[in-house]
C-alpha cells in the first residue's frame, strides 16, 4: 500500500470502535487485534528449535528493525491544488525472552504532521506488531504475529523467513 494512505490506515486502526484506545502493553495490543478493522493474525510451526531462533533474532532485531524512515506523501485536491506532508517513522523493536517463549514488539513513533487518535502513544511510540514464538518440541515452534497496518508487512515476511531459518539481509524498510 502507498505511503500515502499510511496516515489514514492508523487513523482508521485506532478509530474501528466508538470507544477505542491506543493499546498501552503487548498484551492490550494483542487482544485489540480482533476487533480492529485492519487487525491481522498469522499462527503457523517451524521446523527450527526456540534456540535457534532466538539466536537469530538476537543477532538481527536491532540490526535489521532499529531503523527511522523518513517518507513524503502528496495528495492532489479536488480543486487540482495538491497536498504533501512528510513524516519520519522510527522503528522500535523489544525482545523478550523466557525459557519457552520469545516474543518481539515493534513500536513506531511517527514524527511529523500526523493526527493520532486512541489518545497518547506509550513511551517507545505505538505498538504496531507483536511476534510471540514458544517452543512446541524438541525442533518445532509454534509463531503467531499480531499486526495491524499495512507498513508491517515488511516485519511479518522477515519474521517468517528468520523463524524458517533464512536469515541473509535485512529488509528494505522503506518499501513499507
Not at 81 to 108: A, D, E, F, M, V
Not at 121 to 149: C, E, F, Q
Request: with cysteine; hydrophobic share 30%; proline share 5%.
Amino acid at each position: 500500500m502507498k505511503p500515502v494512505f499510511l496516515f489514514l490506515i492508523i487513523a482508521a486502526f485506532f478509530s474501528s470502535g466508538c470507544s477505542m484506545k491506543m493499546p498501552m502493553s503487548p498484551t492490550e495490543f494483542k487482544k485489540m487485534i480482533p476487533e480492529s478493522m485492519f487487525g491481522k493474525t498469522d499462527n503457523y510451526t517451524v521446523n527450527s528449535s526456540l534456540k535457534r531462533i532466538t539466536k537469530t533474532f538476537k543477532k538481527k532485531t536491532n540490526k535489521c528493525f532499529k531503523k527511522s524512515v523518513k517518507r513524503t506523501a502528496c495528495v492532489t485536491q479536488a480543486y487540482g491544488g495538491r497536498s504533501c506532508s512528510t513524516t519520519t517513522n522510527h522503528y522500535n523493536p523489544k525482545l523478550k525472552i523466557t525459557k519457552n517463549n520469545l516474543q518481539l514488539t515493534i513500536q513506531t513513533e511517527v514524527e511529523g504532521n500526523v493526527i493520532m487518535l486512541g489518545g497518547k502513544p506509550p513511551k517507545g511510540g505505538m505498538y504496531t506488531l507483536v511476534a510471540d514464538i514458544t517452543h512446541v518440541k524438541r525442533n518445532k515452534s509454534n509463531v503467531k504475529v499480531y499486526y495491524g497496518w499495512a507498513g508491517s508487512d515488511m516485519f511479518v515476511k522477515t519474521i517468517k523467513r528468520w523463524a524458517n531459518g533464512k536469515t541473509r539481509g535485512c529488509p528494505d524498510l522503506t518499501q513499507n
